[in-house]
């Protein structure tokens, strides 16, 4: 059973910074791509960042520049640094897994776990 845990959500000010992760157990397959995507209330589901076997990452350009995503393969686990946070980043941030779908916009369709809130004010 594939199963993932985020942790690292919480609440700042603008400006500050918050890091994710996400540990991913009982997944085998040949490809391991990682990625995060958010939701806010009355808001569409947005692509974050993802990172494939190979290291190649994708950012949305909402976040590109202020946002970095990592991965410990020994770990299996993915991270997602948030820095220079706004209260537009403010969402329900989720953490997914897939051997399949590796793009911000597919993501989702991967293996989720429960996700974890980010609130950042002004």
């Known amino acids: 059973q594939v199963q993932?845990?985020?942790?690292?959500?919480?609440?700042?000010?603008?400006?500050?910074?918050?890091?994710?992760?996400?540990?991913?157990?009982?997944?085998?397959?040949?490809?391991y791509c990682m990625?995060?995507?958010?939701?806010?209330?009355?808001?569409?589901r947005e692509g974050v960042a993802?990172?494939?076997d190979d290291g190649s990452t994708s950012y949305a350009d909402s976040v590109k520049g202020r946002f970095t995503i990592s991965k410990d393969n020994a770990k299996n686990t993915a991270y997602l640094q948030m820095n220079s946070l706004k209260p537009e980043d403010t969402a329900m941030y989720y953490c997914a897994v897939s051997g399949t779908f590796c793009s911000l916009g597919t993501i989702y369709l991967g293996y989720g776990g429960q996700g974890t809130?980010?609130?950042v004010s002004s």
């Not at 690292?8 to 085998?28: D, E, I, M």
């Not at 990625?35 to 569409?44: C, H, I, L, V, Y």
Request: with cysteine; proline share 2%; net charge positive.
């Open 35 to 44: 990625g995060w995507f958010r939701q806010a209330p009355g808001q569409e």
């Open 50 to 52: 993802r990172i494939d």
């Open 117 to 119: 809130q980010v609130t």
């Open 4 to 31: 993932l845990v985020e942790s690292g959500g919480g609440s700042v000010q603008a400006g500050g910074s918050l890091r994710l992760s996400c540990a991913a157990s009982g997944y085998n397959s040949n490809r």
